[in-house]
């Protein structure tokens, strides 16, 4: 069983309801999921999970700075994310308004770490985006999402054991 922990930051709602949504998608394929806002992790925490996954609303087309300060912290466990399963997710008020460069920011972080980041080949390819308040296609592309990072979670998990 893999252990995730979805991350996020949201001041209207709109990125924690998608985050939850990832979790509920990440519990239905078996996963051991904690949905935490970021101002509540412990950046020592990080190692404890199989996966991670972080969300953001856009920002100038980048993640909000409470998302950075988070891995910006994280720094200093450098080596030992490397071959945990890493993502992102994000929401905005436009079309066009960031979604894909704020996750595109948070992956780099989590690969500079050494993460394993799975792309969507059908949907929200680099990870869920929605515009406002989640529509049901972006509830059903984040469960679909969280179900992914799950079983690749538990098979990275079983692989390293």
């Keep these: 069983m893999s252990t995730i922990l979805i991350g996020y930051y949201s001041r209207t709602g709109n990125t924690k309801a998608m985050a ?9 394929a078996g996963a051991t999921v904690d ?11 990080l190692t404890e999970y199989h996966a991670i996954v972080l969300g953001s609303p856009d920002y ?5 700075a409470q998302v950075k300060k988070l891995l910006d912290d994280s720094v200093k466990f450098h080596g030992q994310l490397a071959g945990k399963v890493g993502g992102g997710f994000s929401s905005s008020a436009n079309i066009g308004g960031g979604n894909e460069t704020t996750i595109l920011s948070i992956v780099q972080a989590l690969l500079v770490h050494g993460m394993v980041v799975p792309g969507v080949a059908i949907g929200d390819h680099y990870g869920p985006v929605s515009i406002n308040a989640p ?18 979670a538990a098979a990275v998990a079983h692989m390293a054991k």
């Design 20 to 28: 939850q949504e990832i979790g509920r998608g990440a519990q239905e």
């Design 35 to 45: 949905v935490k806002p970021v101002e509540k992790i412990l950046v020592e925490s």
């Design 60 to 64: 100038y087309g980048s993640m909000a």
């Design 135 to 152: 529509d049901e296609r972006v509830l059903r592309q984040c469960r679909n999402y969280g179900q992914v990072i799950a079983k690749l």
